[in-house]
DNA sequence: CCGCGGAACTGATCCAGATCAATTGGCCGC
DNA sequence: GCGGCCAATTGATCTGGATCAGTTCCGCGG
């Protein structure tokens, strides 16, 4: 791993990422102070979405790639009938449309889901500076590898858990994603509907709504329309892994 | 895209492609001739790996990536219990090891389930190469959004298919890569169990076996062990489409 | 040639979750 | 406050595919 030279103060650059979080996904690339100032100045075109809006659509040619800076995306997939999945959900510093890199258009449509302020990245600027900072470049790399590994873990997590795990590991999921933004990790708030969580975890509205219930019932968390107080963390974690069920599907070889 | 500056012979490319898949994968980076023999001649780290042999395990740390010069390969996670998921199959000409770029350790193990021969990348060797090649760069970033991109197939597969969708989906999928390596698309040669295949699709073997029953009796295919025989690519084809069947899961939003 | 072993196939039953059908609860405009 | 609207919840029933329990097929060693 390469290391910036220069010392970093990392405070006031957590400060700076909190305004565009292109800089946090940037931190581990080894780049000093000066290339981020540069960097930072490059990406200053924000823009504000209203819920409902769309940031970019399947098909759309690529030319950027963005970084939430505040609200929640959903990424869609559109097949060959007009039924949708939901790929997945982007909280603030999180960053969307490596999809496109490799067909140079958009594989998926980003919808906003509350007013959101998004940075844009012209990949035009992007490679201009990747040129210039050979860190970057790797890191744009280690980037897209990291969203390949969680779009593997979604399949897993459709392939081979029941219905309340995948509901258990989302809210886990989600909440470790928050931890990041704010300190109480036990007060989700939910900018998605119940139809989008269902149709990520590959299950149906009435299923999540029930799941809510029974884990109430259990006492694991407390469920109010878009918020979720979790109660016990500990056992929502043992709902994750496959805590006395039994397997679904075939082992393998 | 960018495009080589020089001609290339395109046909004695793909020659060397088929000695060292790697070329295949660059070539659309816009890599001139003299680059490209470079390229090659730094990744002559072949070997070759026996049925049930291991290219790399979950939790090995990254050194390389690998392409598959022949046979046939795995790409298993292990969760929490002592479960696993196969999350895909790589033919002559892929890339493996990618899912290693994020974290620099593996995060899913590949095994081998026919002699293979396999290009080893070490990925210092590639970083010098990148520093010298502008595109090959580029190249490597749409790699791996691709895999992504597959990934995401994957969950769309998973979400929102019925057992036979998916079936017919995963043998259309085989069937034009192989496409690729082979003139003939309608026989399919499956090195994978049923069992590897059941489990890549979510659902068990049983389910697998009626499936490719029920498709013979209806005149779609022909079965014989590890041997398929297409008989009717337009009828697989509508069986991939939702056709008329009812959907699953809900819509989004 | 026979007997063994593992993969593949088939049949009978069961159940998690889909589907169908209301009902409840908020929120907004009037 | 009242009525309309839509998201969320709840209940009753149905079903695709899982599970359980064999049986068949094929390769291989003796």
Redesign the interface.
Known sequence: ?TQASAPIDLSQLRRSCRACGLLELCLPAGIDQAELERLDSSVRDKRTLESGGMLFRQGDPFHALYVVRSGTL?T??Q???G?????GFHLPGEIVG???????AH??SA?VLERSSICELPYSRL?EL??QI?GL??Q??????????A??S???T???QQAQERLAIFLRSLSERYGRLARDTTHLILPM?R??I????????ETVSRLFTRMEDLGVLRVSRKVIHILRPDLLGEMC??GGAR?R?????
């Open positions: 791993m959903k869609v997939v097949d060959a009938d039924a949708q999945q939901v790929l490596v999809d496109a890199l490799a067909h140079d594989q998926s919808e490679e990747t040129a050979p470049q790797r744009l790399l280690r980037i897209v590898s990291r969203e390949m590994v779009e593997q979604h399949v897993v459709m392939g081979r509907s139809y989008d269902a149709n990520y975890l590959g299950v149906v509205v892994g496959a397997e599907a075939g082992r393998a070889s």
